[in-house]
């Protein structure tokens, strides 16, 4: 039978790119958002929420009693655990997200036996802003799962990557193992997020720091320390990475000459452009959007204009 989740009555505000609910023990959802509220019924399994390459901004939500605020990036991870009694759940911009649904029972009892794990500990913590290298690598192989033909062999891949998913969620995030990180004084939401709006209405143009420290009302000195431990990236390698990630997005949804999106997301130069996705991706551009899009690529004006290019 497949597993019971909750996104549909949860995430009402979204659009739902994709499903796939097939499996005993794995639900996965690829989901577009608008800035705003969600709704917060009692989450009826455990949901883990990957940002994805496209959008990020500040999530604020209460859980339990505990209000958190944290900006959202890609690759970062949220937990919900099942029963959370959330009372909010706002986005301050857009954003897409990969949700995967867990069983309430992780694993097994005597799988957890096995191992010398006491089923009664194995509840996960209630918390955001999670920078998990490890569940982005586990997790990133599903959403291929949403976008490709089914082959015979799927159940046991899925079966695989819930079974380390979950191992690696009981050995790190539950509520006897996890230390929430001690959190310094940062930049407050509201001037983050001005920073944020600038960044993304400015990633055409040379964007310097002296500008950026400005929206935050900080010398330069003081805001690249803030906005380091706020985001856990530079100013500068924060800059790059939105560029990257909307040239990749452009990539994947039209057939734009590559020295355009260059041009368009602040790179310069089509040279600099592939310098710099190379080393970010392992790809040039031209790489990256054959890769991703394969058949589907066509050209300007040729494509069937419902037929959606999401490859991302």
């Not at 949860?10 to 499903?19: F, M, V, W």
């Not at 867990?102 to 920078?131: N, R, T």
Request: glycine share 6%; charged share 25%.
């Amino acid at each position: 039978m497949p597993l019971s989740t909750h996104g549909d009555e949860k995430y009402r505000n979204s659009e739902k790119l994709a499903e796939a609910k097939d499996w005993q023990h794995l639900g996965i959802e690829h989901r577009k958002f608008e800035a705003g509220r969600q709704e917060t019924p009692v989450p009826i399994c455990n949901e883990l929420v990957l940002l994805l390459l496209s959008g990020g901004g500040i999530v604020s939500r209460t859980g339990n009693g505990e209000t958190q605020t944290s900006l959202a990036r890609p690759g970062m991870t949220y937990l919900v655990p099942v029963g959370t009694q959330e009372s909010r759940l706002e986005l301050s911009d857009r954003m897409e997200c990969l949700h995967l649904y867990l069983p309430p029972a992780l694993l097994d009892h005597s799988a957890l036996a096995d191992f010398d794990v006491d089923p009664d500990k194995v509840e996960i913590v209630y918390a955001d802003g999670l920078a998990d290298h490890v569940i982005f690598q586990i997790c990133s192989p599903l959403r291929d799962l949403l976008y490709r033909p089914r082959q015979p062999t799927d159940a046991l891949f899925v079966e695989g990557i819930q079974t380390a998913l979950a191992a690696h969620l009981i050995g790190c995030y539950t509520i006897d193992r996890w230390q929430p990180p001690e959190r310094s004084p940062s930049l407050d939401p509201r001037r983050l997020q001005r920073v944020i709006d600038f960044i993304e209405a400015s990633l055409g143009t040379d964007i310097r720091l002296d500008e950026l420290a400005a929206q935050a009302c900080l010398s330069p000195f003081h805001f690249s320390r803030l906005f380091r431990e706020a985001t856990g990236l530079s100013p500068h390698r924060y800059v790059t990475d939105r560029r990257v990630q909307a040239a990749r997005h452009e990539l994947t949804h039209n057939d734009a000459p590559l020295v355009q999106i260059a041009l368009d997301f602040g790179f310069g130069s089509q040279a600099n452009f592939t310098r710099v996705f190379r080393k970010a991706t392992g790809l040039t551009p031209g790489q990256y959007r054959e890769l991703c899009c394969g058949s589907l690529q066509a050209k300007p004006g040729r494509r069937d204009p419902n037929q959606r290019r999401d490859c991302s």
